[in-house]
């Protein structure tokens, strides 16, 4: 028999979480609405809901925080329940009131959980009354900075300022020092009441090499609560998570059991309800300490339903209809092993977002088995990555039987994922899944920083990776002169062998590059009748590096590139995919290990005329301060005519509700300042000058 859910409900967010709800709201039957800012009106997922609603303009607190225009929506649509996905209004206990009021079903926890839970000083004492584990800090609300510098040398530093009210890694620094207090502080609480309207700071102490380790719940309004088996989210940047994996490869099951009993505790405190999230720092001796309560569906629920086989967002709207859980504790087991990746469009250097249309856009598809590769996203070819809204593009997800299948399957579909019209962070994200590191399980929330203490600044090549890229290219080289005879009066198949210098870019330890020499000689294989234009093609390959002494290299790959697709398939031990990006005067661009190279294909003479060539000045921009991404000015420290020092704050730029503090790149005079507070910027635009020296 059917059990009676809604017959309408409305996803009070945008982008992929609304695309998600939609997608169980539709397989259970159920009518959607969606709201949508004049930004998103073209969107996915106003596209895929039965019904639509503007609610306002493009920044979010007129329109996705909106509550006013939300409330009209439902009222217009008769929806009868709401789904608020994360972040927006998925945890303000202001909104589910007014639903009650108007007798619609929230799709989340009740009014009093969710502002006991998610005030994270509240959540706190709670969590102690209950017997959780907790972290040692202060418990009231922190008045100013300098009571934040009195907690923190009370209680010891590091410490860890944090919104009260937030998630998601916004509102949140780590201090080391009484000036970084001060500084973090400010930042924490401006950032705090730009994405939640509340600007209270906690402060506690920050646990040194920690995993982040969270336990997934669902409840029902009967008492019934379960503990799912944990995500491991430790690899972050700013706080904000980007690779997560379920199970962690850190827990033993009494630890894992432990953690779920006492996430259980916590939940029946407070009558929970719904799906929720606790989550842990656990340290090298797996001790745990309760960290805060998510009161809503999380980012990377996709991995817990790849482990358990169940539906969250179905076991919460079964939740807001008043039915039971269908399943047991004893009921609930581990499938496997599942990795996701938060695709960005931000630069993986700096963590800087980046705004564009999607000009080119495709997204991997599964590999060894139906369903191993999951995309949640909300966009399509020739979308936009607005300045208005969190830069994330899709989480790409990942399952197989063991972590070692998981984690191929996951380099397979990064290097499958084909992104151009903005910066994205896939190079970071490949290089992190295949790092021996990260393969072993060595990992902790400062993964980033131990790694790439100067910044990601590309995939370092091996001196095999270096053969087998240089080897590659020339044979690309050989099927482009093919193709371009294919569509000239000249014979295709009369083009069966070239030689070739390969020019290519090669990362310093110390983050500067230079280029690597290679001379190639490539044949196809002469059994054939030359090569084969949109196809296989076995090639046989001399390659040389420079300075190797003369060694020489012979590979005979089969290399297969279809005319209308960037992805070249290389049939070797590793399956190795590269994307064939853009053709460049001497060479072309293509993405390799998730990284970019732009290489020169030169013939030997070319190389040899080379020489003789005046390298391009480079552009001085030391007495500059540029706009590191299109923002807006949250505040000016300087004026002209200031004296500053190297490293000294001259203003603060906001974008996609994060706050980046700029610094002057030199000490000396300020010359001209050409933005003022409210002002908005492009990408690299100039915004400070320094006299000459």
């Known amino acids: 028999m059917q059990q009676k859910l809604f017959n309408k409900i409305l996803v009070a967010n945008r982008g992929e979480i609304a695309c998600r709800v939609i997608r169980t709201a539709r397989r259970l039957g ?11 009106a073209s969107a996915l997922f106003v596209r895929q809901a039965d019904e639509a609603y503007n609610v306002g303009p493009a920044p979010s607190a007129q329109s996705y925080l909106n509550v006013d225009s939300i409330m009209e929506a439902i009222r217009t649509s008769g929806a009868q329940a709401v789904h608020p996905g994360y972040g927006f209004l998925s945890e303000n206990a202001s909104f589910v009131k007014r639903l009650d009021e108007a007798g619609v079903a929230f799709i989340g926890p009740r009014e009093y959980a969710m502002a006991a839970m998610g005030d994270k000083i509240q959540s706190k004492i709670i969590a102690k009354e209950a017997g959780v584990n907790t972290i040692p800090g202060y418990d009231g609300v922190v008045r100013d900075a300098e009571h934040a510098v009195e907690i923190a040398e009370d209680i010891g530093y590091p410490v860890m300022l944090k919104a009260s009210a937030g998630g998601g890694g916004k509102g949140m620094r780590i201090a080391r020092t009484a000036q970084e207090v001060h500084e973090g502080f400010k930042l924490a609480s401006d950032e705090a009441q730009s994405s939640f309207g509340d600007k209270r700071i906690l402060v506690e102490r920050f646990i040194e090499e920690p995993r982040h380790i969270e336990i997934q719940i669902i409840a029902d309004g009967h008492g019934n609560v379960l503990w799912l088996p944990e995500r491991e989210c430790s690899i972050q940047r700013r706080n904000q998570k980007v690779i997560e994996e379920a199970p962690s490869t850190h827990l033993d099951p009494d630890t894992r059991r432990r953690m779920g009993e006492q996430a259980v505790a916590l939940a029946q405190n407070v009558g929970y309800n719904s799906a929720g999230t606790v989550e842990f720092l656990v340290d090298k001796h797996r001790n745990f300490f309760f960290l805060e309560m998510n009161t809503r569906l999380q980012v990377e629920h996709p991995i817990t339903e790849y482990i358990t086989g169940l539906d969250l967002v179905e076991q919460m709207i079964r939740s807001a209809a008043g039915l039971p859980l269908a399943i047991k504790q004893a009921d609930v087991a581990i ?101 021996p590191d990260f393969a072993s399980g060595r990992t902790s929330t400062g993964f980033l920083a131990e790694h790439y203490p100067q910044g990601f600044k590309g995939h370092r090549l091996t001196e095999q990776s270096v053969v087998k890229l240089a080897s590659i290219s020339g044979a690309l080289a050989l099927i482009r002169q093919a193709r371009e005879n294919s569509s000239s009066t000249s014979d295709a198949r009369a083009v069966v062998a070239g030689e070739y210098v390969v020019l290519l870019p090669h990362l310093q330890e110390d983050g500067t590059v230079d280029k690597l020499e290679a001379t190639v000689s490539v044949a196809v294989d002469p059994e054939s009748n030359g090569i084969a234009l949109d196809g296989s093609n076995v090639f046989y390959i ?31 031990d590793e399956s190795t995919v590269i994307q064939f990006l853009d053709p460049l005067p001497l060479g072309f661009r293509v993405q390799f290990m998730g990284t970019k190279f732009d290489i020169d294909v030169l013939s030997p003479r070319q190389r040899e005329l080379m020489r003789f060539m005046k390298e391009k000045e480079t552009l001085d921009t030391s007495k500059l301060v540029l706009a590191p991404m299109p923002g807006t000015i949250v505040s000016v420290a300087v004026k002209p005519g200031d004296t500053v020092a190297e490293g000294a704050e001259v203003a603060v730029v906001e974008a996609m509700k994060m706050q980046n503090v700029l610094r002057a790149p030199k000490a000396g005079t300020i010359k001209a300042v050409h933005v003022t507070q409210g002002s908005t910027v492009g990408g690299d635009d100039i915004l400070i000058e320094l006299e000459d020296e």
């Open 542 to 572: 001399n390659t040389t590096l420079a300075g190797s002494g003369g060694a020489t290299v012979s590979l005979a790959p089969t290399i297969k590139w279809a005319v209308d697709q960037p992805f070249v398939e290389i049939a070797d």
């Open 335 to 435: 499938n496997g092993w599942a990795i996701e990746s938060r695709v960005y469009a931000e630069d993986p250097e700096h963590y800087l977002p980046s705004i564009g249309t999607l000009s080119r856009y495709q997204e991997p598809v599964s590999w060894r088995q139906q369903g191993d590769v999951r995309c949640d996203s909300g966009i399509t070819e020739g979308s936009e990555i607005s300045m208005y809204y969190d830069p994330m593009i899709c989480k790409l997800s990942t399952h197989g039987a063991t972590r070692a299948d998981a984690i191929a399957t996951m380099n397979h579909a990064l290097d499958r994922y084909l992104i151009k019209g903005v910066t994205h962070n896939i190079p970071l994200l490949r290089d992190v899944v295949s790092s």
């Open 30 to 40: 159920i009518r959607t609405v969606a709201v949508y800012s004049d930004a998103d």
